[in-house]
């Protein structure tokens, strides 16, 4: 280790200490977690963000620019792996065009913070991730540790960061999170402790962790949505000692929440939210709180200029995603894309307005709900529960053939109601035979007075098997 690296080590080291130092003099009853994850992990989960259940994520950068293939263009036309990229780039780029030759057409134009945040809000999701930094390097905010590779040196010349973090506070209620990649692909320093089997630390020293404290200190996400960790393990990202400060002494070290994406040690292991990979699902309820992190364009988190409708997945593949997802006890994190010029397309404006109108009147089966001792129901496997307090809610995805709905888990009492979310009236129903299940009566329920066009929730109060 040279003597730069080793001065701004002890720097850091120092800055860790000092925060700790603080926390010490602070009141006995706050909980000090060590640096190693059996501790980290014995961290509740702040309440926030299981009840929350949905929030939405977007991915922008200087891969915005060119629009084309993924936000990986970069990697992949470097590479060589893919050859459409290299064409594309061939065929529409002066010899010699370098992806950084991208970033001053990365102008966002037409972005407008406060439009965003309206935007966005209209899908009554809970929390906003932020790509903060992608695995190209470039920084949404002036970060000193990207010099001349951030929003403010080059491209917009704002603090995009700063500016939604604002907006989103200011002018909504969810809570602002943040996105950052550890790694980098062409990173010389990362490739060179990458050759040396990662046996030196001069990139996390001298990048990666001036740079998340600096997000930390001066946005105060409260969701750290960390990724690029997949090369090597936490002990050469030095996450545990992070993460330990990030829980005891930083400004958000009550409300932060972390996933598990913090070395190959890690993955789906440790962390508050296991991420485990994207799109995750899983086939029935794991012991730990997971995330569906998910693109409504199936093949790119970035923007795609010449993405086809078909790529898009619809309202209805939205919300029974958002309904499995829950109900199977996970969070949905629905990825949109802006494109170079700061605008959220029109596809991704009536997704998310779609699914806001839908949660207007149904966001009692989602928000703050519990997993139900039962998922997915055999006689209609269209239907899928969630329950909270003294109501188990039947989610139909598909509306009945004929004129009842038959469900085999919910055994009534003599108190049972059944109601669907957004009709006022009490609908009729009763016992199938030997215990199995109910029958709810559909025929007085007029077609104009369904409440929503996709999904219908069926509340079903004072239940035998409640709970």
């Known amino acids: 280790m040279n003597r730069i690296v080793f001065v701004i080590s002890l720097t850091l080291i120092s800055s860790i200490a000092a925060h700790f130092s603080h926390f010490s003099s602070r009141s006995s009853i706050d909980k000090k977690y060590e640096a190693t994850w059996e501790s980290l992990d014995s961290r509740p989960i702040p309440k926030w963000y299981d009840e929350a259940k949905f929030g939405i994520f977007m991915h922008w950068g200087v891969y915005s620019v060119p629009a084309f293939g993924t936000e990986w263009m970069w990697k992949y036309w470097k590479d060589e792996t ?12 002066r010899p010699g065009f370098k992806y950084a030759d991208f970033a001053s057409s990365f102008t966002a134009k037409f972005f407008d913070a406060k439009k965003w945040a309206k935007i966005i809000a209209k899908s009554n999701a809970k929390y906003f991730v932020f790509t903060s930094k992608h695995h190209d390097g470039y920084t949404n905010w002036p970060s000193k540790e990207s010099w001349n590779w951030n929003s403010v040196d080059v491209g917009p010349h ?18 602002f999170c943040l996105y950052y990649s550890l790694y ?39 969701y750290i949505w960390s990724d690029g960790d997949w090369e090597t393990n936490s002990t050469y990202w030095r996450s545990r000692e992070f993460l330990a400060w990030l829980y005891n002494s930083s400004p958000v070290k009550d409300s932060i929440v972390v996933n598990d994406r913090w070395g190959t040690d890690a993955n789906c292991k440790h962390g508050d939210v296991k991420l485990c990979k994207d799109r995750f699902i899983p086939k029935e309820v794991p012991k730990f709180k997971w995330e569906n992190a998910m693109t409504i364009d199936e093949k790119s988190w970035g923007f795609r200029a010449n993405a086809p409708l078909s790529d898009y997945l619809t309202i209805e593949e939205l919300i029974e995603t958002l309904v499995k997802t829950v109900s ?22 009536e997704r998310l307005e779609q699914i806001g109108d839908w949660l207007k009147i149904n966001g009692d089966a989602i928000f703050k709900t519990k997993v139900w001792k039962y998922q997915n129901d055999p006689k209609n496997p269209n239907t899928w529960y969630t329950s909270k307090e003294n109501a188990v809610y039947a989610i139909v995805l598909k509306w009945p053939k004929g004129s009842t709905l038959q469900l085999q888990h919910p055994k009534i009492s003599k108190h049972t109601e059944v109601t669907m979310l957004g009709l006022s009236k009490k609908l009729k129903f009763q016992a199938l035979d030997k215990d199995q299940g109910v029958t709810v009566s559909l025929s007085d329920i007029g077609f104009d007075e369904l409440p929503c066009t996709w999904a219908w929730v069926f509340q079903l109060t004072n239940l035998v098997n409640r709970r």
Not at 158 to 175: E, Q, S, W, Y
Not at 207 to 215: A, G, S
């Open 82 to 93: 893919n050859y459409p990229v290299k064409e594309f780039v061939e065929a529409n780029y």
């Open 158 to 175: 704002k603090d995009i960061v700063g500016a939604l973090a604002n907006a989103i506070r200011k002018d909504t209620d969810m809570k």
């Open 184 to 222: 980098e692909w062409f990173n010389p320093q990362y490739l060179q402790n990458k050759k040396d089997h990662f046996k030196s630390q001069d990139f996390v020293e001298t990048k990666v962790l001036p740079q998340l404290f600096d997000i930390v200190m001066n946005y105060k996400p409260e």
């Open 328 to 349: 199977l006890g996970g969070n949905l994190l629905m990825n949109i894309a802006p494109n170079m010029d700061g605008v959220i397309p029109p596809i991704y404006e």
